[in-house]
């Protein structure tokens, strides 16, 4: 895809964004319709980590029910649209870091190409670790809410969006290493702070896993949470690794921050000091 000047009338950036996202929704459209005919392999293979809480067919396959006439077209629609999204993610992160490539400085271009790779990776690394890990134990402890009160029958449309939104839910958290890793490059907030602060870290982690995941049971907030403590831990050290040099950079202008802070408060007391003799 090719990559916008840095420089153009404010009506060319418009032009440009605009090509962008029509390439963005054709390419979505296109998805949307290939998905629609394969909706229903994609729902069997969606379900298998969770297909033994599901009742079984004449034929072996997990069921799940429709209560209503159109809900099974809503729910073709819906499947082959975020599946669409998924799919699609590459060409969508691709479309917006071109957009804002230009506005970045040409030391700063050259991390386009491994932002997007990696970007890429951690989402389809966060949606396998979801399926691999997460999936079946999540839905064993919602079956087992039910022992003793109830038989559940699963609602294909409840538990498919379920599904989904796990899956969009931990590959958007496994994006946390590019987040810090920036964090640090841009100097935003310095590697010293991050690894100093890390017990607000873990609870703003911990706040955010429990936000993330859509069924709110203890046992997907606390794997999603150790995941997250893992990938961020990770983070820095890569971090550490590869901006060696950087970080101690920030490092000194840090100490340096704070040395002339003292200063200036040993300053201002002496001079509240001389003021009180007075």
């Given at each position: 895809m090719p990559i916008g000047p840095a420089r153009m009338p404010l009506m060319e950036h418009l032009g440009e964004l605009r090509m962008r996202i029509v390439r963005i929704v054709v390419c979505l459209l296109i998805g949307v319709a290939i998905f629609y005919f394969a909706s229903n392999t994609v729902a069997q293979f969606l379900i298998q980590p969770?297909?033994?809480?599901?009742?079984?067919?004449?034929?072996?396959?997990?069921?799940?029910?429709?209560?209503?006439?159109?809900?099974?077209?809503?729910?073709?629609?819906?499947?082959?649209?975020?599946?669409s999204l998924v799919a699609c993610m590459p060409i969508i992160l691709w479309q917006l870091l071109a957009f804002f490539l230009p506005a970045l400085?040409?030391?700063?271009?050259?991390?386009?190409?491994?932002?997007?790779?990696s970007?890429?990776?951690?989402?389809?690394?966060?949606?396998?670790?979801?399926?691999?890990?997460?999936?079946?134990?999540?839905f064993q402890w919602m079956t087992e809410q039910a022992a003793g009160f109830g038989e559940i029958f699963p609602e294909a449309k409840q538990y498919i969006d379920l599904i989904v939104k796990f899956?969009?839910?931990?590959?958007?958290?496994?994006?946390?290493?590019?987040?810090?890793?920036?964090?640090?490059?841009?100097?935003?907030?310095?590697?010293?702070?991050?690894?100093?602060?890390?017990?607000?870290?873990?609870?703003?982690?911990?706040?955010?896993?429990?936000?993330?995941?859509?069924?709110?049971?203890?046992?997907?907030?606390?794997?999603?949470?150790?995941?997250?403590?893992?990938?961020?831990?990770?983070?820095?050290?890569?971090?550490?690794?590869?901006?060696?040099?950087?970080?101690k950079q920030q490092a000194a202008e840090l100490e340096k921050e704070q040395a002339e802070e003292e200063a200036w408060q040993k300053e201002r007391a002496s001079e509240k000091l001389a003021a009180k003799r007075k």
């Open positions: 969770i297909a033994e809480f599901l009742p079984k067919g004449d034929d072996g396959q997990p069921l799940m029910n429709f209560f209503g006439g159109l809900d099974a077209f809503l729910l073709r629609f819906q499947l082959a649209f975020l599946m400085k040409p030391k700063e271009r050259k991390w386009f190409i491994p932002t997007f790779v970007g890429v990776a951690l989402f389809m690394f966060g949606t396998v670790f979801c399926y691999l890990i997460i999936l079946n134990p999540a899956e969009i839910g931990f590959g958007l958290a496994f994006e946390l290493p590019l987040v810090v890793f920036y964090l640090v490059v841009f100097n935003i907030v310095p590697y010293k702070k991050l690894r100093a602060s890390w017990r607000v870290v873990y609870i703003a982690l911990m706040i955010v896993s429990a936000v993330i995941t859509p069924d709110a049971s203890p046992v997907t907030m606390l794997l999603m949470f150790a995941a997250m403590v893992g990938l961020y831990e990770l983070s820095l050290f890569v971090s550490r690794t590869v901006l060696a040099k950087r970080i």
